[in-house]
């Protein structure tokens, strides 16, 4: 079945780089896209940005300057790195599978980070 | 970027009534608006596509409807374990922003 799991740190420091990986089973990073979507505590969710099935990245302008996003295929793994984390980036991390264009279908179960000193 | 309000902010009400969320956009996205439930501590599900577009596995009781600007998320008798946040989600342009939800509670 299919399956999205997010995974690392679960604290950062101000100034210092977010890496996370979503690990993907039951379908292929080449055939879906891949998107992340964050909520802060309490608040709404934000798109991010994509790893498109063909290797094309987007990004959410807001964020375009701090953000990558790669992907590993052989592992069906895809990778978020965002740098100059503040603590209003404090929030749950999602990776979410996308179906008939951007409408998201599958989500992983989310990761909590903390952008505290 | 395109905006999508939603209201009410909260809705109560009681179990077996029926309900009305609405979605409305800062421009017109033809029929490109999904919409996702979100329980306490869970991650969003997928309810609606499309605008009216069922998807496998969601009760019956979940439609939505409208075009370019307004859309609407209905549940036909409200169930306890609806209580929980609703958004939608436009994927007509990027950033594919999504609304600031609904809470639906029990009065």
């Known amino acids: 079945q299919v399956q999205l799991t997010e995974s690392g740190p679960g604290l950062v420091h101000p100034s210092e780089t977010l890496s996370l990986t979503c690990t993907v089973s039951g379908f292929s990073l080449t055939g879906y896209s891949v998107y992340w979507v964050r909520q802060p505590s309490g608040k709404g969710l934000e798109w991010m940005g994509r790893?498109?099935?063909?290797?094309?990245?987007s990004y959410n302008s807001a964020l375009k300057s701090r953000l990558s996003i790669s992907r590993d295929t052989s592992k069906n793994q895809v990778f978020l790195k965002m740098n100059s984390l503040q603590t209003d980036d404090t929030g749950t991390y999602y990776c979410?599978?996308?179906?008939?264009?951007?409408?998201?279908?599958?989500w992983g179960q989310g990761v909590m980070v903390t952008v505290s000193s | 970027n395109i905006v999508l309000t939603q209201s009410p902010a909260t809705l109560s009400v009681t179990p077996g009534e029926s309900v009305s969320l609405s979605c409305r956009a800062s421009q017109s996205i033809s029929t490109s608006i999904h919409w996702y439930q979100q329980k306490s501590n869970e991650s969003p599900r997928l309810l609606i596509k499309?605008?009216?577009q069922s998807i496998s596995g969601i009760p019956s009781r979940f439609s939505g409807s409208g075009s370019g600007t307004d859309f609407t998320l209905s549940i036909n008798r409200v169930e306890s374990e609806d209580f929980s946040i609703y958004y939608c989600q436009q994927s007509y342009s990027s950033p594919y922003t999504f609304g600031a939800g609904t809470k639906l509670e029990l009065k």
């Open positions: 499309y605008a009216s």
């Open positions: 790893m498109r099935y063909n290797g094309d990245t």
């Open positions: 979410t599978r996308a179906a008939w264009g951007a409408t998201f279908d599958y």
